[in-house]
Nanobody, 113 residues
Framework: QVRLRESGPGLVKPSQTLSLTCAVT??????????WTWIRRPPGKGLELIGY???????FYNTALDGRASISREPSTNQFTLNLTSVTPEDTAIYYC?????WGQGTQVTVST
């Protein structure tokens, strides 16, 4: 059974870059999956797609993020990562990684001085 676990800093200062990692266990990151996705839930709001990297290596990002997001995968470590630059308090959210039917438990990120 594939399991995902997000990790990263819980607190980031405005204008810094947020880096999150999704560790995949119970299966290879490069086996049978089409999209490796990051999603977030801001406080009091619904789920918001950040973007994904496809099996082919192509990427898609939510245009609302104004080009600040980038997603990459590291097959050697069975992980994929999210980088979000120039964060503001509006990036405060619970961040989730997703592959197929598998979801991480989510990690809280707060952007504050």
């Amino acid at each position: 059974q594939v399991r995902l676990r997000e990790s990263g800093p819980g607190l980031v200062k405005p204008s810094q870059t947020l880096s999150l990692t999704c560790a995949v266990t119970g299966g290879s990151i490069m086996t049978n999956y089409i999209y490796w996705t990051w999603i977030r839930r801001p406080p009091g709001k619904g789920l918001e797609l950040i973007g994904y990297i496809a099996y082919s290596g192509s990427t898609f990002y939510n245009t609302a993020l104004d080009g600040r997001a980038s997603i990459s995968r590291e097959p050697s470590t069975n992980q994929f990562t999210l980088n979000l630059t120039s964060v503001t308090p509006e990036d405060t959210a619970i961040y989730y990684c997703n592959i197929g039917d598998a979801w991480g438990q989510g990690t809280q990120v707060t952007v504050s001085t």
